[in-house]
Structures are given as structure tokens and as C-alpha cells.
């Protein structure tokens, strides 16, 4: 297929932070795995480029619907000095988006599709993991795809979601086909692209965070897309209290219908006193950071673990921030806690777990709060930097 469209592409200066040295995946001028550290004055504009062609082991999709992530919100977002928020792997320039669903149209004659076993013919209809990773450095070869040593993160560093096609390699496709028997057409389209960021929450707090046994305590902070699909994952995983400390009324509402029973406001109340009270005393056996301000919350989670009667706590972080948190070594080797880093979605069954709970009734839709044009995606991204009535925003097609 041959031609141009539309992208919504992002563009930055490269301009390392003074005493910042690059490390030895960054490539000059190009790519940084600290973005924060080296890239100012970003913005996003929508041009036309060339229909991408697939090689032998990939696909072209027909993008049909593509969610804002707030990784896109803080690329765009800067500090005083002009640096974006975000932290991770960027390079720029490239088109943005990463929570896509869509049509594959092509195939190159090595794209095998893993529903089928075979190669894809066209008209299957799929989602996306967001890492490509390699498959063939160290630690992909353990396992851990999510950490790849070449890894590439579509819609952040090489081109994305927020375009009419977009050319992926097969092997990170998974099929919407179990979605077919529950929700219709439209719907599967938006639920496609709300399996990426619902795997960040799934990697987070049943691998990472190791999971929890039925009956336990889960707190989770912050109401994001990401918090609020663990409390329907941790939900459903068996916890006897879902806690979630949310400010914003709109998304602690939301928290409600995706199986959190208590919601926390910290503006108004104590967190420490109200997370002890609603547990008995007890504590949780997981916390989800997914705030992005570790130095606010982590110190009221510690607190929590020291006065509490449980032990065996796990911290995950799942947030991206460039903070220190501010821990006491103390608190974890007395309470036999645990705090643990998480990234990422890829592997470990992730991707085709998620899609089976939303076909058995694990309904993400609610959290899908507005639909916007590929026209539209520009201005609400940067509108999402201080509007936080909008849960997701989801570009339709």
C-alpha cells in the first residue's frame, strides 16, 4: 500500500542537562533512556508522511483506535527549564501513541499470527504490546522481555498509534477474538486499545508485586487508568478490601465500579489513620504506587507498614518518576516488607490473561471517558496536563 497520512508527531531539542553524561544505549542526538535529562521545548504537530511498508516478519494495522497515556501527557509536559516530565526511553522526532488496537491490512510471508499458528491473511483484529523487545539479548533470554537491552517502545521512540497504519512485528500482536462473544464491534475496537495499559497494572501487582491470596488487603494510590485496573484485577484476584486514596471525585467514583470498596480522599483525611481503620489495624499486603509522586505518598505508606500488625508488605512502584524516595531501611527489615520495581507489560502471559478477564466480564469501558478525532489528539494531550476529568481519552478512527 502506497501513499501518505495523517501523524500526530512530537518534536523536541536535544539539550543534555549540564553535568548529565550520556550512558552507553543512548545514541547522540537521537535517543536517551533518561528523557527528562536531555530533551527541552517539546511539541507535537500533525503532518503527513509515507504509509509505512511491512518487512517479512511484520504487519501493517489499520489503526481504528488508539488511547492518550499519560507517559504522552508528561513527554509534552516540561519543567521551569523547558525539559519534558518523562523520564524513560524518547527519541524524537516520532509519531506518538502506544495503546492502539486495529485491522491487520499486510503481512509480510514470515507474519505469524499466534492464534492460528499460521500466517496472517488479513482482517484479523488485534492489540499491541507496546515494547518491541529483541528476543535475543540476555534479558530477553531469561525472560524478561520487559527490559530488553535493544529495546524500542512504539509511539516514544520509533513511530506510533496516533496515524491511519502503522507497520508492527507480528510477534507482539494478540488476537480480539475472545472479546467477539461479549461486547460489540465499536466496543472491542476501544477495549483493544485499553489492554496495554491495563497489562502495565496486571504486570505490576500479580508479577512483579507477586500476586495476593484471596482474603488479603490491597491499597492502591492513585486513580489513574493504571490504578484503577488494579483494583478490577486485585478485585477479581480475591482481595477482601480494595483501597484506593484518589482526591478527584470523578475518578474515585470510577475506582467504585472497577471493585474498590473504600476510597480514600488525602486532601481530607488521614490516610495512615483511615488505611489502619479499614483494615483492622492490619495493613495491606500490597501497595500500588501509581501516583508519580513518591515523595508525597511513599513516606504515609511506610507508616502505615510500621504501625500496622501485618508483616510481608510489597511496595510495587509502577509510576514513573524522576524522585528519590525517601526510604527507611528500618521499617522494612522490621515489618519484613518489600519494595519492588515494575515495567512494562510484555510476557509472562500478560497480554492474553487481560484479554480473557475482559471477556469474562472484566469491563474496562467505563474508565474510556472521551472519544476524540485523530484532528483533536494535539490540543488534549496538552489539556491533560491540568484536566483531571477525563480518565481516558480514546482517539477513534
Request: net charge negative.
Amino acid at each position: 500500500m502506497e501513499g501518505k497520512m495523517k501523524a500526530v508527531r512530537m518534536y523536541a531539542d536535544w539539550d543534555p542537562r549540564p553535568g548529565f553524561k550520556l550512558g552507553p544505549k543512548d545514541i547522540e542526538g537521537r535517543q536517551s533512556y533518561l528523557g527528562s535529562k536531555v530533551w527541552r521545548n517539546p511539541k507535537i504537530v500533525i503532518e503527513e508522511v509515507d504509509i509505512p511498508v511491512p518487512g517479512d516478519d511484520e504487519v501493517l494495522l489499520q489503526v481504528k483506535a488508539c488511547g492518550i497515556c499519560g507517559t504522552d501527557v508528561h513527554m509534552a509536559q516540561t519543567d521551569d527549564e523547558g525539559y519534558m516530565l518523562y523520564p524513560g526511553l524518547t527519541g524524537f522526532p516520532a509519531t506518538l501513541g502506544h495503546e492502539l488496537s486495529g485491522v491487520v491490512v499486510e503481512s509480510g510471508k514470515n507474519a505469524y499470527d499466534k492464534n492460528t499458528n499460521k500466517p496472517f491473511k488479513g482482517g484479523e483484529w488485534v492489540c499491541t504490546e507496546e515494547m518491541l523487545w529483541c528476543g535475543s539479548c540476555k534479558p530477553c533470554a531469561d525472560g524478561y522481555p520487559n527490559h530488553c537491552e535493544r529495546l524500542d517502545e512504539i509511539g516514544i521512540n520509533i513511530d506510533g498509534g496516533f496515524t491511519e497504519y502503522i507497520k508492527l512485528p507480528a510477534k507482539v500482536l494478540w488476537s480480539l477474538d475472545p472479546l467477539k462473544n461479549r461486547y460489540e464491534e465499536k466496543d472491542i475496537f476501544k477495549l483493544g486499545a485499553f489492554v496495554e495499559p491495563t497489562c502495565v497494572a496486571y504486570n505490576a501487582v500479580i508479577e512483579r508485586g507477586g500476586g495476593i491470596r484471596a482474603g488479603d488487603n490491597v491499597v492502591i494510590l492513585g486513580g489513574g487508568p493504571v490504578g484503577l485496573a488494579a483494583c478490577a484485577i486485585l478485585k477479581r484476584s480475591g482481595a477482601a478490601r480494595v483501597i484506593i486514596s484518589e482526591p478527584e471525585a470523578g475518578r474515585a467514583k470510577l475506582a467504585k465500579q472497577m471493585g474498590a470498596d473504600f476510597v480514600i480522599n488525602p486532601l481530607k483525611e488521614s490516610f495512615v489513620e483511615r488505611v489502619l481503620e479499614l483494615t483492622n489495624g492490619m495493613g495491606a499486603a500490597l501497595y500500588l504506587e501509581a501516583t508519580g509522586l513518591p515523595t508525597i505518598v511513599y513516606p504515609d505508606i511506610e507508616q502505615v507498614i510500621w504501625e500496622g500488625k501485618g508483616l510481608n508488605s510489597t511496595i510495587v512502584v509502577v509510576a514513573r518518576a524522576d524522585a528519590k524516595i525517601p526510604v527507611t531501611g528500618e521499617v522494612l527489615q522490621v515489618r519484613r516488607a518489600n519494595i519492588v520495581g515494575s515495567q512494562g507489560h510484555s510476557g509472562h502471559g500478560n497480554f492474553p490473561r487481560v484479554i480473557e478477564c475482559m471477556a469474562d466480564g472484566m469491563n474496562m469501558l467505563p474508565l474510556i471517558t472521551s472519544e476524540i478525532t485523530l484532528d483533536e489528539v494535539p490540543e488534549r494531550t496538552i489539556r491533560l496536563q491540568t484536566d483531571k476529568d477525563d480518565c481516558k481519552v480514546t482517539c477513534i478512527m
